[in-house]
């Protein structure tokens, strides 16, 4: 087994690059759950049916957001316009289960995001806290 990243605390704060909200090779899809779907719906005052229509699409059974070519269509001025309402996989992030290995961490977050080694420090507790989230939240991609 990968030793664990997070085994030890991190320093991780967002600093509005926009990074993780743009393509990178196989870094093109933005999962949402149903839970997801629900509650950006009801950002934008939709019914769930009717922003599932209009935003997203299934691709082998899992669902995700429409329209990201070179970026998520909901980044603005390298800012997400749904922060509130974003989806797991945005709100978990940097703190994925395949991000826990010392090679992962570097090669998939530290190498292209600026907020690694800035700002709050993590709490071993609170990282494993997120990826579990994003393992339930995976298990749910087909709903
Ligand atoms: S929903 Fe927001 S946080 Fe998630 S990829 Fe799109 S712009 Fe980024």
Not at 31 to 38: A, G, H, N, P, Q
Not at 43 to 72: N, P, Q, V
Not at 110 to 125: H, I, R, T
């Amino acid at each position: 087994m990968a030793s664990s990243f997070f085994s030890q605390p991190l320093r991780f704060q967002c600093q509005g690059s926009g990074n993780c909200c743009v393509s990178r090779g196989e870094y093109g899809y933005v999962y949402v759950t149903l839970e997801d779907r629900r509650r950006m719906a009801r950002h934008f005052a939709m019914s769930t049916s009717a922003f599932t229509r209009k935003h997203c699409f299934r691709a082998h059974g899992i669902w995700a957001l429409k329209g990201f070519d070179e970026s998520c269509v909901f980044l603005k001025d390298k800012k997400c316009s749904v922060y509130e309402a974003r989806p797991t996989q945005c709100r978990t992030w940097p703190f994925w289960p395949e991000h826990k290995g010392a090679k992962a961490w570097k090669k998939e977050v530290a190498d292209f995001c600026p907020g690694v080694g800035k700002g709050k420090l993590w709490s071993v507790e609170s990282m494993n806290r997120l990826a579990q989230e994003q393992v339930k939240s995976e298990e749910q991609y087909g709903d």
